[in-house]
């Protein structure tokens, strides 16, 4: 699994990540203590930290922090790239560190190497949510801070808000499919180095259809159309894909895009076969 740096630490983070957002009825359950196929997704886990992988990616909402303390439990620390998220009832001054505590009892850790707001809030400025997160982050207890779901103008507005800190990464929808972010925040993002952490990189679905258009250079490379999808997105030096990590073999095919790359020829035949 080839590594990348990434923001400010330097961190040497795998280039796919995996995701663990699972659906909305996961969510509903796991607020009650039930969740649900926990088995399967700590096998997925922990195949793709077998695999290479050294990044996960969660949330306080998601509900799946504990199942990322289990998967990671027992490897070395800092051999591993951990993010979650804030949901946006707690982005004050006051309860952001309370719901980062939270957060790190739940993973069984002393820091996470990324803090993200979730979304961006129309109740709290974001000059007080990025002076708590600049704050936890002199504490020790978060190592890079990013946002999600942000507009380009939204993650400039929360980059000016930071005194002794930028911004390392966005977590927004981008894959083949769904490639608005092209038109702004990537070349922005590109020029200023900030980390585009890509979910749903496989369109959520609708790359499933549009398997045909992914075939010839599939055929070339001997390989799927997850995995050419992954490697598009994983070529970019700024993109992070972190597909969802719900079954091992899904994992397993995923962690075949790294390692190669799509010629210069087969990234343009990708450019006319999806356009923006």
């Known amino acids: 699994m080839r590594l990348k740096p990434f923001g400010e630490s330097g ?50 909402l998601y509900g799946s922090e504990p199942i990322v303390a289990d998967a990671i439990r027992g490897l070395k620390r800092e051999d591993l790239f951990v993010a979650t998220k804030v949901w946006t009832n707690h982005l004050g001054r006051d309860s952001l560190p309370k719901a980062l505590n939270r957060s ?10 990324l803090y993200q707001v979730h979304f961006p ?3 709290k400025p974001i000059s007080e949510t990025m002076h708590a997160m600049e704050a936890a982050k002199e504490s020790g207890k978060i ?9 380009l103008k939204q993650m400039i507005d929360a980059n000016e808000a930071l005194s002794r800190s930028e911004i390392a990464s966005n977590q927004v929808n981008y894959s083949l499919v769904h490639r608005d972010i092209e038109e702004d925040l990537l070349p922005y993002c590109e020029r200023n180095h900030v980390e585009i952490i890509s979910y749903y ?54 962690l075949g895009a ?6 210069e020829s087969e990234r343009a035949e990708l450019d006319r076969a999806f356009p923006r």
């Open 11 to 60: 961190a040497k983070v795998s280039e796919i990540g995996m995701g663990t957002y699972y659906d909305p009825l996961w969510i509903a359950g796991a607020m009650v203590g039930w969740r649900r196929g926990a088995g399967s997704k700590l096998a997925a886990l922990k195949a793709g930290l077998e695999g290479g992988i050294n990044f996960i990616d969660s949330a306080e």
């Open 104 to 113: 790190l009892r739940r993973l069984g850790l002393s820091y996470v190497d």
């Open 121 to 123: 809030s129309r109740l």
């Open 143 to 151: 190592l890079n801070i990013g946002v999600s779901n942000f507009s």
């Open 201 to 254: 990189p496989l369109g959520h679905g609708k790359l499933a259809k549009a398997v045909d258009r992914l075939q010839p250079i599939c055929q070339r490379n001997s390989k799927t159309p997850a995995q050419v999808a992954l490697n598009w997105l994983s070529s970019k030096d700024v993109v992070f894909p972190i597909p969802r990590a719900s079954r091992a073999g899904h994992v397993k095919e995923n």
């Open 258 to 263: 790294s390692d190669w790359r799509l010629t």
